[in-house]
């Protein structure tokens, strides 16, 4: 990639997910034509404009690709259609009695969004347009390095113009590492460790370490008659996971109204111990507490040591109650170890594990109309060449119409 790619003092938009391009856009403006010749504003539109569509080809390139003819579609009146033949239209024509057929009013058809409509045929713009990378670049690197196959062959000229009914395919890791965040560098990693070893280690007293021991862990026998061994999820998962529950059984309170009065109950009851587990459980680190085990044996101990009003008293847990916490944990272990399944941790992945979205993906997060993607297997369609419907043109641009117009007319001077 070439230096000073982005710039904050001139305005320039890329096709790329990054915070200067998503800046650039909140600037973006109609240039005044007051203060510049038409050539000038002509200039700055062709400038502008070059420097989203197709940024990665030629100049000369891209002026064998302009065409001046522009794909459109005009529906028709179906309703219409169904009562005349056509016939009407010269009703009346040499007699001076011509007759007007009232006619729906469609919307502007935007013709001049469509000026850089070859280059969406583009191998690696369309990777780049199905989400499969996050700039052009990077997917003409993937096709040059081989990660790109068409209709099952594999291609690596970024330049291939696909034609209706091509199917292309990406390397899944390649999609992964493309659009999921970032790894910490070796050397960023090595800074934060030395940071972190040249801060004092505050000494604690053996005294308070076996104070704040956390209990034994219990077994599970006691509530589903089987010891099986539980993940260790954080504490921010776990409180998550229970305040979910506990709207579950909100909305199931407000839903259904004809449970009855026992089910509503036992409802209230779960809710209820949910939120004391949610109460006691602040401030506690995932070292502190291990397992799932010993977070239950952790809340019965607060409990039975902390006065929580008459209707649990002094002596700790109801078995109903502890019976619903068992349950609740149950469910958090199942949806935390589905979750692991789904998207584990991984040290030898290029990018960061478990996988998140990259940053600024969700401002540039959309597919076009001519293409049909499969995310699962990363792979899409070129369904048709993209085309302009009266208030909607296919191929996305951030600029007005006004800036595509003067880079039109630039273009059409040239030919």
Known sequence: MRKKLHSLKKIKVRQDWSRWTLYNLSRLTVPPAAEKTFFQQKWAAKSLTRAYHGEQVREKQWKRMFRRNIPAVVPMDHAYLARHDGSEQAAGRGSGADVRVKQRQLPSTPYMHMTYYPIERRLDTAVWRAL???????????????????????????????????????????????????????????????????QPKKKIHPKATEATKPPGPISSEDYNGTRKEMQTPSP??????????????????????????????????????????????????????????????????????????????SEGLHREEEKVLAEAFRRVREQNEAKSDENPKDLTKPY???????????????????????????????????????????????FPIETSQLAFNWYLRRR
């Not at 003409?140 to 990660?147: K, S």
């Not at 509503?264 to 507490?289: D, M, N, P």
Request: glycine fraction near 4%.
């Open 236 to 313: 921010e998962l776990v409180k998550e996971r229970l305040l979910a529950l506990m709207k579950e059984a909100k909305a199931a309170l407000v839903e259904d109204k004809d449970k009855s009065a026992k089910e509503k109950q036992s409802l209230r009851s779960f809710k209820r111990a949910v939120r004391r587990a949610i109460s006691v459980y602040k401030g506690q680190t995932s070292e502190s507490l291990k397992t799932l085990e010993d977070q239950l044996s952790f809340i019965k101990s607060r409990y039975t040591s902390v006065s929580l009003g008459t209707e649990v008293g």
């Open 352 to 398: 960061a594990t478990p996988w998140r979205p990259r940053e600024y993906m969700s401002a540039f997060a959309f597919i076009p109309r001519y293409l049909e993607v499969n995310q699962n297997v990363c792979a899409a369609v070129y369904l048709r060449h993209p085309v302009v419907r009266p208030g909607l043109a296919e191929v996305p641009t951030p």
């Open 132 to 198: 499969f990378a996050s700039s052009t670049r990077q997917a003409r690197q993937f096709i040059v390095h081989g990660w790109v196959k068409v209709n099952g062959k594999k291609m690596v000229y970024p330049g291939y113009l696909l034609n209706p009914g091509d199917m292309f395919q990406v390397d899944p890791e390649r999609v992964m590492y493309a659009t999921g965040a970032k790894k910490i560098t070796t050397r960023k990693w090595r800074r934060i460790t030395r940071i972190r070893a040249s």
